[in-house]
């Protein structure tokens, strides 16, 4: 089975600052997705951005952009000018063969 | 715009009560699942179907069951909970198999706790 590590309990970042959060995979399969969610206090789950694996172009949304090696079952969030209402949980997750699975998550807090 | 709609979003249950959580969603999508979250284990897979009347385990089925009688349902039930059930649960849908563009769309959650 696959599994997913984010290897980052807990994190802080400065306002205005960038962060790289972790995220490796397990897997044997050649064609996959990727995806990074942010679960803010709310406990909402917010898709925050996706990657495909036959893509070797690295995926970005506005402040959001991941670093993906595919060698190395890589699969890296980088946050750039961090904001407060980015303070959250994220969560890195791996979708296979219908089989989707999650990292165990990394809190973020990003600090006036 | 609805989306995902779970309710309750709170739930007290004394052990060996039954009851059932409910998921709909009004964007037709195909594929339903429940998760749970717990505390260092991110989500994990309970249950989910690909469409109306058909239904497969996910990593942790042990004590739910699940049907789908209709596209936009998809109820997990708890037959006699127990405290390991406590948790947070999440009913997620996408259109189809789960890709990059047909990614999941969460509900807000159920938050669970077995006495």
């Known amino acids: 089975a696959q599994t997913v590590t984010q290897s980052q309990p807990e994190m802080s970042v400065q306002e205005a600052e960038t962060v790289t959060l972790s995220c490796t995979y397990d897997t044997s399969e050649n064609n996959y997705y990727l995806f990074w969610y942010k679960q803010p206090p709310s406990r909402q789950m917010i898709l925050v951005i996706r990657?495909?694996?036959?893509?070797?172009q690295n995926a970005t949304e506005n402040r959001f952009s991941v670093n993906f090696q595919k060698a190395a079952k890589s699969f890296s969030l980088k946050i750039s000018d961090s904001q407060l209402g980015d303070t959250a949980m994220y969560f890195c997750?791996?979708?296979?063969?219908?089989?989707?699975?999650f990292g165990a998550g990394t809190r973020l807090t990003v600090k006036p | 715009n609805a989306g995902v709609t779970q309710t309750p979003k709170f739930q007290v249950l004394k052990t060996g009560q039954s009851m059932t959580l409910q998921c709909a969603q009004d964007m037709n999508h195909e594929y339903m699942s429940w998760y749970r979250q717990d505390p260092g284990m991110g989500l994990r897979l309970i249950h989910y179907?690909?469409?109306?009347?058909?239904?497969d385990q996910g990593e942790v089925p042990n004590g739910y069951n699940v049907s789908r009688s209709t596209t936009e349902d998809f109820p997990l039930r708890l037959l006699s909970a127990a405290p390991s059930q406590t948790s947070v649960y999440f009913c997620?849908?996408?259109?189809?198999?789960?890709?990059?563009?047909?990614?999941?769309?969460f509900g807000n959650g159920t938050r669970l706790t077995v006495t």
């Open positions: 179907s690909v469409g109306a009347g058909i239904t």
């Open positions: 990657q495909e694996a036959y893509k070797q």
């Open positions: 997620a849908s996408s259109e189809g198999q789960i890709s990059y563009n047909s990614p999941l769309h």
């Open positions: 997750a791996f979708m296979g063969n219908n089989d989707m699975r």
